[in-house]
């Protein structure tokens, strides 16, 4: 049975609903004319430092004319633009919309830092750093929703699973920590597939309740212990510190950002090409899916529908788990009350960016890991915006990305929606 | 006889008060093609259902081969050597058929991964040995609903099932289609496989089975070879009794054009065209039908009509008012009634109450409401009124719509889009998953409706249904209307041809999609 | 024998109504109080070290110090947000103004403690009833708060007659936009509001300490804060510092049957209703759900951005990152459903909690117990409430056919 698309002409107002987009790319441009070449004159330049700070090899500085760049970076974003409006990206769009972004990011940075000098790889490492809740984040709610169990607990999973983490590390050893860490994360995903799969409650709700909870218990235990003097060891477990990969690191500019970091990002890269696999090739990630997508299909076929979503929870538990000790034990080195800051959601946006797909949504994961790492770069400089301004780029575009400028992505068919067995 | 492979005794199935099944008793021979016959809600599907492990018996026992089994669960019944092709397919649409055939049955390559190319070379064998022309490879999304049951039953094959079930596998197909699928049940049980046929159309039992058992009300009634059967004697063993098949029809009066559609194409969610620039109208006092598959663009067309969802070109007229853009509250203003496909979704407000949901499209105009102000005394006369009339069971209007059976829910439906002046009806699948009490009665009134000078729009798959009640038929394909006849004037057949796309001046050829859009009528 | 009959009947009459009370869901909803609490009280028990220090003396003394740990706690809630009986008592024959004041300001306190938790209680009470979780409700306290100390102290000129209802309006105007954006977003995109809606949450407070640390920074203080709101914008309190009772209480009583008329008299309310049961259906029957995602949200920011112009005109008077941290927002989402979803629940509920936050300082100085007890006893609360065949389980009732429909009658 042959696939046909139909009418030609049907086919040309299917792409007409993009043109909005191909005019966004090319106000976009006009934006980065007008403003950006403002106050700058023909020979202000732009010193891009691409040499990070404990790394042992040097690279030469970039240095660029900062006008003539950002006429050049608003030329391409034109033409794509125009591109767009004329011919279209058809199904490469979402990526073109990711390179004109990040083209715009950087044209926004030679303009901010222009007669200055910027560090490039410190900006991009600090964007791995970031990223890397997030992305493990996003991975607990791919495995989560393939399941077709909807995930908003993630936030108080990883915020209790770093609570847990710095606790015991303080007392023990960081990777007893980091174990403890990544349990409580499957814990209480245990209770989330209690409430959602054998109660049948509604996944939002359950994943509200079980945000307050945690908010509550790790603030209690917090400020009955950890909080006086008395008790102050043990809220100081001391971090993971980064270590080179030999061979990796040494690639200039990628090798210091992605191949010196500490434990919890490469155990994200395993993380992220692992599930992509596990998802797509193998029998286990068959049946998952098939969960999520059609619940009663995979039961007639002799697939435990519940015991599938429950176990894929309670991983995905396990991975928010690691994320969550990220907080405590992989970064600052003790527990602070909400820590968390809401990374769990934004997990969710890169999740939902990357359309359930591993590593889409570790891109996505990316993406956002940048955005937080320019809002923190560029506060230092004396921007015309205000840092409480930048700080908000995260949620700003999350929302963005949820209001579905990518297009609407559509999850598995069954998210959210309890499997009542029939055998009754 | 040959030996029996499957015994089912004294199975019993309640729900709550209500017995679904009650002490049935049902063998099926070695390479047997058994008929259940049985109206819609007479049991056959829980029946099925219990022997396929959905649902745990009150009581009864199941032999395979002469050995008592037990069966709790899906696997235990594939294990078992059962395979049953489910009335909605168990077919998961963004998977590949490889995907959805090996699913629950996977061959591994090591460890874990999936061995996707053996598994796709079997369903090829598969597909070759019974002529089912799959393959593998596609998303089953893509495929027609004819196709997509053709997997089904190669994932019965591939688990090497010797006893198949198959839940009312003709509904969904076109007459063409059905043709095919009986080439395909006759060749498998040439090899060697026994089939339970579950159906409520008597044509089909006659053509296809050997045997015949009628269940109704949960028990077997009647039992017999298909040879010796009399089609009038099952009929009314299947209804409990005699049936009037034939609906008295008046002559037709036609009036002036109601509805006008004119060009209409409609995008659907996948940014694909579901509705390809479709034209016709209905006109006062008719009965217009559109006949077609499940699937070929009906529940947009009526989604357009009702004002859900808009055409991306084309125009529609309600009583010479432009209605392509209107609002859905605009048409139901101008007096249109919608009976929807999918009752509970479109239909109602399932927890709400029935008095509530009487009033659901009229709760802003008086009595119901004055000033903005909500009227609960108006709204209760009129709930007490309607359920009286209408004869809604229970006849409390307070009980939530949840409760009531989908006969009671149907007609909450049709007292509420009847009960005030009408000038167009759009009924969509108005008889789906109904009773016969209830399909004569919504069936009646569709009629009684267009005797009183309404324009009626009947949209259902169900050929039958389309041939007696309409004046005129449309045959919907592929997002087209390919064809448009007086009813008096075309034989079922041909209308069955027209529902597979087949082009009635050249019967060999199955019309192509730019053919559509030139024979568009 | 005769005895032995009359005994039978009536435990039979007990468990008769022990049964059909079971089938409500208010039943439902106190059994899952009574659990909260218990899980409370034995979190509170086993993070108390003298407990431990009489267990390890002997089994019995360990008992004796759970239950005088747990006494002195509820005694130090009670007198938190009551006041302490004899103090009152001596106050009044003492007579003296200010000590009777002092004496009866922990009742008064918990009242204008309640007072905002009903106010959102009410708006997510709302946004349920239209389908809705609006978890934004929180950002949108906040942004009611600076929209009202903007107004506020702008201009000093105005009478209050018109200065106090122009500022509570204009914080709920602040609010219903904050709310409508997410729903606009919902409506036409599909996002979803509780993401979304937590995104605005933390724009709000950026957003705030923004504002608040420059454009309507106060140049006068060494701090970052606003200027103080006009007197003219003020709530009217009805006593004497240390009292700080206002008007806003009968504000927030009033919104209740105001709430409930407009869900279950208007037509808007109708429409509400049906469209947070069955949007589908909804639409289907000529209701423009877009409209009423947009309006249901926005009206329940605008009830939100009344919390917020509340803390400002009753309460604080002026803005900044420190004096500001709401929450109410966020408990405003328990509330709603422990008050299973009916305006005067909302309300009981809202009290009842407003009574405990307001007694958790002192519960947290004299019994030594963070008031972070809280949210954990109100997640308990909701974990039972949305399990109801956990309860079910638990109290030994069997299932009955309306309870189910609790929380799940919503679809969210």
Known sequence: MEKETNSNNIQSIIFLKNKRLGALFIILALVMVVLFTQNLDAITQTTLNLTHASSSIMTNDLVLNSRQTIIVIAVIIGLAGIYQLIIGFRSKFTLVLGIVFLLFTFGFIVWSVSGSSINITGLLSVMVVRSIPLIIGAMAGILSERSGVVNIAIEGMMLSAAFTASVVASLTNLWVGLLVGILTGGLIAWIHATMCVKYKANNVISGTIINLFAIGITSYFSEKYIQSLDYAYLNNPGFFFPFEIPLFSKIPVIGPVFFNQNIFAYLMYILVIVLNFAIFQTKWGLRLRSVGEHPKAADTLGIKVNRTRTRAVILSGLIAGLGGSFFSIGSIGSFNEQMTAGRGFIALAAMIFGKWNPINAAGGGLLFGFAESISLKLAIFDVAIPSKILAMLPYVITIIVLGGVVGRNIGPAAGGQPYETESK | ?521 | MKKNFSMKSANNAIKIFFEEYSKTSSFYILAAIVLGFLFGAVLIILTTDAVYAGFRNSFWEGIQVSFRTMGKTLESIFVGAFGEPKRIISAFQNGDPQTIRIAINPFFESLTVSTPYIITALALTLAFRSGFLNIGAEGQVFMGGIAAVWVGFSTHSLPSIIHVPLTTFSGMLAGALWGAFPGWLKAKTGAHEVITGIMMNYIAVLFVDYMASGPLRDPAVFTPQTPPISEHAQFFRFFEPPIRFHIGFFIAIAMVPIVNFFLFKTIWGFELRQAGLNPQGAKNAGMNTTKLTIMSLALSGALAGLAGANEIQGISYFMNSLNFTSGYGRNAISLALIGGLQPVGAMIAALFFGFFTSASKFMSLRAGVPHHIIPVMQATIMFFIATPALIRTIFRVKKASSEETLITKVSI
Request: net charge neutral; charged share 25%; proline share 4%.
């Open chain 2, 1 to 521: 006889m040959s030996e029996i492979v499957l015994e089912l005794r004294g199975i019993t199935k309640s729900f709550g008060n209500f017995k679904a099944n009650d002490n049935i008793n049902i063998t099926l021979h070695k390479g047997e093609i058994l008929a259940l016959l049985g109206e819609n809600g007479a049991g056959k599907t829980t029946l099925m259902n219990v022997l396929y492990g959905l649902y745990k018996p009150d009581q009864g026992e199941i032999y395979i081969n002469g050995q008592k089994v037990n069966i709790q669960s899906p696997l235990d019944a594939i294990n078992a050597g059962i395979g049953m092709v489910h009335q909605h397919f168990m077919l998961i649409p963004v998977f590949t058929v490889t995907e959805n055939v090996m699913l629950g049955n996977e061959q591994v390559k090591y460890l874990d991964v999936l061995d996707r190319a053996d598994t796709a070379t079997r369903i090829r064998k598969l597909s070759d040995a019974y002529k089912l022309q799959i393959n593998p490879d596609a998303l089953v999304g893509d495929l027609s609903v004819g196709l997509q049951q053709r997997i089904e039953i190669i994932k019965l094959l591939y688990r090497d099932a010797d006893i198949l079930i198959m839940d009312e596998p003709s509904a969904v197909l076109t007459p063409k289609e059905v043709g095919e699928l009986f080439l395909t049940v006759r060749s498998l049980v040439e090899e060697g496989k026994s089939i339970i046929f579950i159906t409520h159309k008597l044509r089909e039992v006659m053509e296809i089975s050997n045997r015949i058992c009628v269940i109704r009300a949960g028990k077997v009634v009647g039992e017999a070879l298909t040879k010796d059967a009399d089609v009038n004697r099952l009929a009314a063993l299947m209804v409990g009794r005699p049936v009037d098949m034939n609906l008295t029809k008046s002559p037709l009066r036609a009036g002036k054009k109601v509805l006008e559609v004119e060009n209409v194409s409609i995008l659907g969610r996948q940014q694909k065209a579901e509705v390809n620039r479709v034209s016709f109208d209905v006109r006062e006092g008719e009965i217009f039908g559109i006949a077609g598959v499940q699937g070929n663009g009906q529940t947009e067309l009526v989604r357009a009509l009702v004002g859900l969802i808009h055409p991306i070109e084309g125009r529609i007229k309600l009583l010479g008012e432009d209605i392509t853009k209107a609002s859905p509250r605009r048409i139901t203003e101008l007096g249109t009634a919608h009976i929807p496909e999918d009752r509970q979704a479109d239909g109602l407000v399932l927890q709400s109450e029935v008095s509530d949901n009487l009033i659901l499209n009229r709760y802003y105009l008086p009595p119901f409401a004055k000033k903005h102000l909500i009227q609960t005394n108006a709204i209760n006369q009129n709930a007490a009124k309607l359920v009286e009339s209408y004869d809604i069971r229970p006849r409390n209007p307070h009980v939530p719509v949840a409760k009531l059976s989908g006969g009671n829910q149907q007609k909450v439906i049709i007292a509420r889009e009847l009960s005030r002046p009408i000038k167009l009806v759009i009924a969509a699948q108005p008889t789906r998953g109904l009773d016969v009490g209830s399909i004569e009665y919504t069936q009646k009134r569709l009629l009684q409706l267009r005797d009183e000078g309404c324009a009626v729009l009947l949209v259902s798959t169900e050929l039958d249904e389309i041939m007696q009640l309409s004046d005129r038929v449309g045959v919907m394909y592929r997002g087209s209307v390919i064809a448009i006849h007086n009813t008096s004037e075309i034989v079922k057949e041909d209308v069955g041809l027209l529902m597979a796309g087949v082009d009635l001046t050249n019967p060999q050829k199955v019309l192509t999609s730019q053919q559509l859009v030139d024979k568009s009528v």
